[in-house]
């Protein structure tokens, strides 16, 4: 009776503990993933030039703290009251600062930017871009910043004199704004030379590209709003590179050598400053050329190198300089199936791969040891990894973050220490300070699981095999009353395009909080990265060209079949989510896979590649008259007549990504075939759904699916 009874005390106290644990609500879910929840972190964590200190801010970015690596605790060094006291400022945040030199900062508030001493606490206003100025960029060395209003270019230097760069008064004309639709990682369009001698910048003529109309309804009566958007197979940008002396006021162009229409792409700046790098990439994608050019002129100097390829070549960073008193830089290449380190001189001869990595570089983070040494993030021994290595000019490599997880570094000036900030599975965020071997000097953090006393289930990561042999990892969310001999019903969300990696080796494995708010509802949460995802080499990410949505779907199956061989599926109850990319495959699967899945959520959905822009489009599809055949297998329209579950389709007003035209054209083809299914609009919103809108629209999704999937 004892043993009993001394059973049923604890089976009482776990009731009891599992009865304390706080619900977590959707709202909590959607808004508090980055705010209440977030990992503990060292926030804008910054090495000051030339020491082994370092700055970070405090959670609200209004106090600014100070450490050392010999030092046991940090100091406060500085609020933000203190520092518009002394610049006469009235900056909210420290929000983007850095250092100028070891005792002077630059702050701004977007259009203000000035120069703080720490020592003194002393400053003054050092530029001013004005209201209506956009795309900024700082440098540092003259005090001058650079800006765009409307389609032209402008400088404002030190004393406050405003300079015109360009003057167009066709607004088909466009200067310093990103170019090919942000395309080829290009998310600037004014680039400073290292010294400050001279600005390069994009120049793109849109005369070519027809115009989309979105609506804005907050103006009585409502007013168009024209944009320049290219879609596959029509007219595109016709680029140009300007380079502007600051010294002479003149302005040089560089055009593509190739079509006009080719991509001049990944610009930049040689460290002697008198040449510019550009790789120029054909329209069709499959042949880019690395060119070199002379400042002062613009004239052509060389073609470095070229690459070609019968699918696709995507440069996607620009050259890197280990050294700043030489022009020999590193490209990084997926030439041998994984982007590795190629290290070139500047007349174009290769001195050295550095790397032979059958595994993904993603980008290059500086070089250390005067040069000698070039750090970069790569995934490393698990796809899922986030990871950084040294390797030498002679390819020697080590691997400095030894733990497995997602990996974040800031190394300082000299090269000796680094900040390692990285999570895994298990880990919900360490902090530490390393020498440049790897060695823990110091831990500054180790995070509390902030969750503990929330209650939601448990991720499960796993492995299953695609049609040709590749592992796909997978990601499985249960509720936290998990009962194995139960039957639950699965929410697959996909997103599956290029580039995305849906599955880290990080806290919460990828996912997203409001997935383990829905697995509490009673759900099994399922993700699968398929073939054509990202960080796994162009063998497996380059299957879907000319067929989207095909190999995909094959995966995302597998995924399927792997969730009826569990005992606790209820496979008669599959629901179907994503947006965007993910929205075209959430559609897909509903039309495609019409048995399967009862009930489907689609966001911005691509509902037919025609409708979507050149420089995403055709790299994987080609133009529509060269792959009618792809195009047309691609299209949801073709099968529309194939639904027989519920579906709900969601997109922004003014999605000027995936523009309106995808949903509306679907909706057409639907009422055509006198299919009913719902839809949902959100007004003025773009391509994401953002802001407090945003519990709204997981409420709308997640109601959607659990009232359809009963």
Known sequence: MNKYFGLFVCLIAGTFSFAQKKQLTLSDAVLQQNRAFRDEQFNAFTWIPGTDSYVYLSNNYQVMYQGSVKKTEPEQILTIQAANTALGAQLYSFYGFSFRNADELLLTDGNNYYNLNLKTKTGSKLASVPEEGANAEFETTSGSAAYTVENNLWIVDSKGEKIAVTKNTDKNIVSGQTYARSEFGITD?????????????????????????????????????????????????????????????????????????????????????????????????????????????????????????????????????????????????????????????????????????????????????????????????????????????????????????????????????????????????????????????????????????????????????????????????KPSNFD??????????????????????????????????????????????????????????????????????????????????????DSSRFAVHGWSFGGFMTTSLMLKQAETFKVGVAGGPVTDWKYYEIMYGERYMDRPEENQKGYEEASLFTHANKLKGDLLLIHGTVDDVVVPQHNDALLKRFIELGIQIDFFHYPMHKHNVIGKDRVHLMQKVLDYIIEHNK
Not at 413 to 422: A, K
Not at 488 to 506: C, E, K, L, R
Not at 514 to 537: C, I, K, P
């Open 189 to 477: 369009g004014i680039f400073w030379s290292g010294k400050g001698g001279y600005l390069a910048f994009y120049q793109k003529d849109e005369t070519n590209v027809k115009e989309y109309p979105l609506v804005d309804i907050t103006k009585v009566p409502a007013e168009l709003m024209n944009i320049k958007y290219p879609m596959a197979g029509q007219g595109s940008e016709q680029p140009k590179v300007g380079i502007y002396s600051v010294s002479d006021g003149k302005t040089v162009f560089i055009t593509p050598k190739g079509a006009k229409d080719s991509y001049l792409t990944n610009l930049s700046w040689t460290p002697d400053e008198n040449f510019v790098l550009v790789a120029e990439v054909n329209r069709e994608q499959n042949h880019m050329w690395l060119n070199q050019y002379e400042a002062k002129t613009g004239n052509f100097i060389r073609t470095i190198l070229e690459e070609q390829n019968d699918k696709w070549t995507e440069p996607e960073h620009p050259a890197f300089f280990p050294l700043t008193n030489s022009n020999n830089f590193i490209w990084i290449s997926e030439r041998d199936g994984f982007n590795n380190l190629y290290y070139y001189s500047i007349d174009g001869k290769l001195i050295k791969q550095l790397t032979a990595n059958k595994f993904v570089t993603k980008e290059i983070l500086q070089s250390i040891n005067k040069g000698k040494e070039v750090v970069f993030a790569a995934t490393g021994t698990s796809a899922l990894n986030t990871l950084y290595y040294a390797v030498d000019m002679n390819g020697k490599q080590r691997c400095l973050t030894l733990e497995e997880g997602t990996h974040s570094i800031a190394i300082n000036e000299m090269g000796t220490y680094f900040l390692d900030s990285y999570s895994s599975h298990a880990v919900p965020g360490k902090v530490e300070l390393k020498t440049i071997a790897g060695k823990i000097t110091k831990t500054l953090l180790t995070a509390k699981n902030k969750l503990a006393e929330i209650a939601i289930g448990a991720s499960d990561i796993g492995k299953i095999k695609a049609d040709d042999g590749s592992v796909l990892y997978t990601r499985l969310i």
């Open 484 to 569: 194995p001999n139960k039957k639950y019903p699965v929410m697959v969300y996909v997103y599956g395009g290029p580039h995305a990696q849906m599955i880290t080796n990080s806290w919460l494995d990828g996912a997203n909080l409001w997935m383990y708010w829905m697995a509490e509802q009673g759900y099994l949460v399922f993700t699968l990265d398929n073939r054509g995802s990202g960080e796994r080499g162009f063998a497996f990410e380059s299957q879907i060209h000319r067929q989207l949505g095909t190999v995909e779907i094959k995966d995302q199956m597998k995924g399927i079949d792997y969730l009826k061989s569990l005992a606790y599926v």
